[in-house]
């Protein structure tokens, strides 16, 4: 502490996401304490989750998993996914209450490539300064669904009654072709 105004003091070695409360005691030269000031209270942040899952996805969901990187039980995380990198649009946060480390998304859309990045929050509710990301990850293709007419393949190209399958626009599909009734082999 310094001993000329202004004061201020520097605490190291303080645990995330914990609430410490300062007390101030004035002393004259003889060693006598004065009057004590406190009650200030400051929570310290929460440190940024580390990435321990995969990102995990699949047709219509995905999952990703964190460790607390040394955050109390109690801290919460919140966790952003969007479709775009920069997140200018993105599904509502997912918040998490304290001792969660995983989060799950479900109504994806087929074969579209996800984001998704996690903040601590301190116990007043102040997100971590930076916050861990995934690598990005795109969804399962949907599996195209034949109508009542089947498909019909002519030159490589199959017209017909067939749905998409929740695959959004550009999903290039295969044809497998064959005389008997497997298709492999």
């Not at 996401?17 to 004065?34: N, Q």
């Not at 690598?135 to 067939?162: H, N």
């Amino acid at each position: 502490m310094k001993d000329q105004p202004p004061y201020e003091l520097t605490a190291e070695g303080l645990t995330a996401d914990t609430t410490y409360v300062m007390r101030l005691t004035a002393k004259a030269d003889v060693g006598v304490g004065g009057g004590m000031w406190g009650g200030a209270e400051k929570v310290t942040l929460a440190t940024v989750p580390v990435v321990v899952d995969p990102f995990t996805v699949y047709t219509t969901s995905a999952t990703v998993g964190w460790d607390g990187n040394g955050n109390p039980v109690d801290t919460e995380y919140v966790v952003r996914m969007s479709a775009n990198s920069d997140f200018q649009s993105s599904f509502a946060p997912v918040e998490y209450e304290a001792g969660i480390h995983s989060a799950t998304f479900t109504a994806l859309t087929a074969n579209t490539t996800y984001w998704v990045r996690a903040w601590g929050r301190n116990q007043a509710e102040v997100l971590t300064e930076g916050y861990v990301s995934w690598e990005p990850q795109a969804t399962d293709a949907g599996a195209p669904v034949l109508g009542s007419d089947g498909v019909q393949v002519v030159y490589g190209f199959w017209d017909g009654d067939v749905g998409c399958g929740g695959n959004p626009e550009g999903t290039r599909y295969e044809v497998l072709l064959t005389t008997g009734a497997v298709i492999g082999g």
